[in-house]
């Protein structure tokens, strides 16, 4: 941790049970994705800058979509279940109920707070033990704070009175600006001393964490706010519109971050970048890009216009041109596209290149390699230095299975062939434009594989009983010569 001891921290709890209605979604809404994370996922991230010596995740609705997905981002969360949404007093209460009778600080967040920084909460920590508060709120001051619970100070602000929520709030406590984030550090003693004492007497019928708050102050107990200017952080998501506001600020977030490290982006409004992208200096991002996954891009790379890479390394100085790729490795100076389709298990060495209206699916592609125009090439292993015409298919797969064929170096395959897997072409052989190959052609051979052009005169005529007027055309020509002889 940066600014308090670690170990301090004995357990983070993070609300996550709530149903989520205004999403209207058979997902639950903490398994809603922005910039490539589920927002449990950040909510995790953001706990664990704490290195709390326990991890509780709250589950409730839809609950075992939401364990299978805390099982792969945060295998080690202890997962509490609350059996009845009665509020987020009643998801403490939960949570503490999987944690041993345990000392020291307790930090209560929410799941659904997508753009909530780890930094901000060692930040309300640090607060917290410095002025020895038995519980530290954080809070901001916001543009429009209905629908918030509406943080009411002392006579002299110091301490926090207490927090109403909106629906129970009266006229005056409705115009206060300063709201209450949802995230909290308490002193794990008095809290669950708090959550116990905890009555439903409300307009809604639920157990407020909140009531805490006024619980705690009430018993003699100091509680602070640690307020922050970057109110967008204490935003929740409740539906669709929501999510695409807090989608696109955390986007403009990252992309500020790499454009600040060294990375042009020439139309941030038309650029996507997910949270676990790595970016060198000096690449550049045209319009229309889209890096998902763990895409990273070295030094010197272009991307784009109108490119989306899902999980994808690109080299140094290497070009991507509208096209899509998905596990995929672009070596140092390729160039790819434009309407290239790469699937998984394609890999560019150095300097080659994929071209036009080309589709790759696993496909080892050598160095200087080009394959430049309308191919499939599936299941392909190209050495060095070839050169692929126009048109090439390589047949992989005849009904039941998938074979891979093989292509030595510097050689060359006309346009509009097909390679029938499996076929090993040996270095420095040439196919002929049009043919099928169906066996191995050795090395320095060249294999010819269609059949014999042939030419019938005045076919058409004969057929259909009348002249074509290309054999029009012929007979005339034919004429004139025999008048100038």
């Known amino acids: 941790m940066n600014t308090t001891e670690a170990g301090q921290v004995a357990a983070v709890v993070i609300m996550a049970a709530g149903a989520g209605t205004r999403m209207k979604s058979a997902r639950p809404k903490v398994l809603h994705t922005i910039a490539g994370r589920s927002m449990i996922a950040h909510a ?48 403490v209460r939960a949570g503490l109920a999987v944690l041993p009778e345990i000392s020291g600080v307790i930090v209560v967040t929410t799941g659904d707070a997508p753009l909530l920084e780890g930094q901000t909460i060692v930040d309300l920590v640090a607060v917290h033990v410095a002025r020895g508060n038995a519980a530290t709120v954080l809070t901001a001051v916001v543009p429009d704070p209905t629908g918030y619970g509406h943080v009411v100070r002392d006579g002299d602000g110091d301490q926090i009175a207490c927090i109403v929520e909106h629906r129970d709030a009266n006229e005056a406590e409705r115009q206060i600006a300063e709201i209450n984030a949802g995230v909290y550090a308490f002193d794990g003693d008095r809290l669950r001393d708090g959550i116990a ?58 992309l500020r971050g790499w454009m600040l490290n060294g990375v042009t982006i020439i139309d941030p409004a038309t650029t996507w970048i997910h949270a676990s992208v790595d970016l060198a200096e000096d690449v550049t991002l045209l319009p229309g890009t889209s890096l998902e996954g763990a895409t990273s891009i070295a030094r010197g790379a272009v991307i784009g216009p109108d490119t989306t890479l899902v999980d994808v390394e690109v080299g ?170």
Not at 85 to 90: K, P, R, S, V
Not at 200 to 226: C, K, M, S, W
Not at 331 to 341: E, R, W
Not at 361 to 377: D, F, M, R, S
Request: net charge negative; with cysteine; proline share 4%.
């Open 316 to 485: 140094e100085n290497a070009t991507v041109v509208r096209s899509q790729a998905t596990l995929v490795e672009i070596g140092p100076g390729a160039t790819v596209g434009p309407f290239s389709y790469l699937r998984p298990g394609t890999r560019l060495a150095a300097s080659s290149k994929v071209g036009a209206f080309v589709e790759t699916k696993n496909a080892q592609i050598g160095e200087g390699t080009k394959v430049p125009h309308l191919t499939y090439c599936g299941d392909a292993v190209l050495g060095a230095g070839v050169n692929i015409g126009a048109g090439t298919i390589f047949a992989n797969y005849d009904g039941e299975h998938k074979f891979v064929s093989h292509v030595g170096d510097h050689s060359f395959v006309g346009s509009d062939s097909v390679l029938v897997a499996p076929v090993t072409i040996g270095d420095n052989a040439f196919i002929a434009a049009g043919s099928v190959i169906t066996h191995d052609v050795a090395e320095g051979e060249l294999a010819v594989a269609r059949g014999r052009q042939r030419d019938i005169p005045g076919w058409v005529e004969r057929r259909h009983g009348v002249a074509t007027p290309a054999a029009e055309s012929a007979e005339s020509g034919d004429s004139r010569q025999e008048e100038a002889k």
């Open 44 to 91: 995790v991230r953001a706990a664990e800058a704490l290195d709390p010596q326990r991890l509780v995740v709250v589950v409730g609705h839809e609950r075992e979509q939401v364990e299978a997905h805390l099982a792969d981002v945060a295998p080690s969360a202890i997962i509490a279940v609350q059996e009845q949404m009665l509020g987020t007093g009643d998801a």
């Open 197 to 254: 004492r905890l009555r439903d007497e409300n307009t809604q019928g639920e157990f407020y964490l909140p009531d805490v708050v006024a619980l705690i102050r009430a018993a003699g107990g100091r509680v602070g706010a640690h307020e922050i200017a970057d109110y967008q952080q204490t935003e929740g998501v409740n539906d669709r519109v929501q999510l695409a506001e807090r989608a696109a600020e955390m986007n403009r977030r990252i």
